[in-house]
C-alpha cells in the first residue's frame, strides 16, 4: 500500500491528567517538508509517535491516504521510517553489518546492493567495515538516516535529528531532506533549531502546551513569527 499523505484532525492525546496534544489538525503531503516547532514538552514528539503508529490517540483521527489509523497495518508501517533522539545503531557492529541486519528485518532482496548504496549516500563506503562506535556524532546520524530509509518509506518522521551535528553535517543533513522530498517522500520532523528549520522545511507547525498555534504567511523570517506564535501574539 502506497500514500500521498498523512493527515491529523482534532488529535488529542492524555497522559492521565496531562495533555500532551489538544485538537491538532494537520496534513503533510509528498514533496513537503513539515517541521514542528516547539520548546520542549510542546508535543513534537508525541505527535511523531502517533504518526509512526507507536502510539495512539486519546481522541481524533489520523489518516494515511484514505487508511485509517485502526486500519494501518503492516502495509502502512513497512512505508513509515522513523529516526528518533536514539541511533539504534549497534556500536559493536560495523557500519556494513549494521545495515545489513536491518535491511533482513525488513526483508528486503539485494541486500549487498542495498547496503552499498546506503553508505554511499551517508559517504561512509570508506569507513563501511569499521565499527560504529568509533563514528563522530554526525557519522551516526548519517548512518542512521540512511537505515531508516533502507526499506525506501513513503513516510519519513525525525525528531531533532540535527541534535550533536556541526555546521557541516546538519547542513549535509538538511540537503539530503530536501532530495528526499523532491522524490515525493513525505518529511516530518521536530527541531528546536529555527536555523535549519528556515533553511530546510517548506512548511512550519507551531505547537505550544499541545496545540497547534498559528503562522501566518509574512516576509518576516520564521523565527520571529515563532516567537509570535509562542507568546500568543500569532
Same mark, same amino acid.
Given at each position: 500500500? #502506497?500514500?500521498?499523505?498523512?493527515?491529523?484532525?482534532?488529535?488529542?492525546?492524555?497522559?492521565?491528567?496531562?495533555?500532551? =496534544?489538544?485538537? /491538532?489538525?494537520?496534513?503533510?503531503?509528498?514533496?513537503?517538508?513539515?517541521?514542528?516547532?516547539?520548546?520542549?514538552?510542546?508535543?513534537?514528539?508525541?505527535?511523531? &509517535?502517533?504518526?509512526?503508529?507507536?502510539?495512539?490517540?486519546?481522541?481524533?483521527?489520523?489518516?494515511?491516504?484514505?487508511?485509517?489509523?485502526? #486500519?494501518?497495518?503492516?502495509? /502502512?508501517?513497512?512505508?513509515?521510517?522513523?529516526?528518533?533522539?536514539?541511533?539504534?545503531?549497534?556500536?559493536? =557492529?560495523?557500519?556494513?553489518?549494521?545495515?545489513?541486519?536491518?535491511? &533482513?528485518?525488513?526483508?528486503?532482496?539485494?541486500?549487498?546492493?542495498? /547496503?552499498?548504496?546506503?553508505?554511499?549516500?551517508?559517504?561512509?563506503?570508506?569507513?563501511?567495515? #569499521?565499527? /560504529? &562506535?568509533?563514528?563522530?556524532?554526525?557519522?551516526?546520524? +548519517?548512518?542512521?538516516?540512511?537505515?531508516?530509509?533502507?526499506?525506501?518509506?513513503?513516510?519519513?518522521?525525525?525528531?531533532?535529528?540535527?541534535?550533536?551535528?556541526?555546521?557541516?553535517?546538519?547542513?549535509?543533513?538538511?540537503?539530503?531532506?530536501?532530495?528526499?522530498?523532491?522524490?515525493?517522500?513525505?518529511?516530518?520532523?521536530?527541531?528546536?533549531?529555527?536555523?535549519?528549520?528556515? +533553511?530546510?522545511?517548506?512548511?512550519? $507547525?507551531?505547537?505550544?502546551?499541545?496545540?497547534?498555534? $498559528?503562522?501566518?504567511?509574512?516576509?518576516?523570517?520564521?523565527?520571529?513569527?515563532?516567537?509570535?506564535?509562542?507568546?500568543?501574539?500569532?
Amino acid at each position: 500500500m #502506497d500514500f500521498d499523505r498523512i493527515s491529523f484532525t482534532n488529535v488529542s492525546r492524555y497522559f492521565e491528567r496531562r495533555r500532551a =496534544l489538544s485538537h /491538532v489538525t494537520l496534513e503533510c503531503a509528498g514533496g513537503e517538508i513539515v517541521g514542528l516547532l516547539g520548546h520542549n514538552g510542546a508535543g513534537k514528539s508525541t505527535l511523531l &509517535s502517533i504518526a509512526a503508529t507507536l502510539l495512539r490517540p486519546s481522541a481524533g483521527e489520523i489518516r494515511y491516504g484514505t487508511a485509517a489509523f485502526d #486500519d494501518a497495518g503492516p502495509d /502502512v508501517r513497512r512505508r513509515i521510517g522513523v529516526l528518533g533522539h536514539e541511533t539504534q545503531l549497534y556500536g559493536e =557492529l560495523t557500519a556494513t553489518e549494521n545495515l545489513r541486519f536491518f535491511a &533482513s528485518l525488513y526483508g528486503m532482496n539485494r541486500i549487498e546492493d542495498r /547496503v552499498a548504496l546506503a553508505l554511499s549516500r551517508a559517504e561512509l563506503s570508506r569507513r563501511a567495515h #569499521d565499527a /560504529v &562506535s568509533g563514528f563522530s556524532r554526525g557519522m551516526r546520524q +548519517r548512518l542512521a538516516l540512511e537505515r531508516a530509509l533502507l526499506h525506501e518509506p513513503r513516510l519519513l518522521l525525525l525528531d531533532e535529528p540535527f541534535t550533536g551535528l556541526d555546521h557541516h553535517a546538519s547542513l549535509a543533513m538538511a540537503d539530503r531532506l530536501a532530495s528526499l522530498a523532491a522524490e515525493g517522500r513525505i518529511v516530518l520532523l521536530a527541531t528546536h533549531d529555527l536555523d535549519l528549520a528556515e +533553511r530546510v522545511v517548506t512548511r512550519a $507547525a507551531i505547537l505550544r502546551d499541545g496545540r497547534l498555534a $498559528a503562522i501566518h504567511n509574512d516576509p518576516r523570517s520564521l523565527r520571529a513569527r515563532y516567537l509570535d506564535a509562542q507568546i500568543g501574539t500569532g
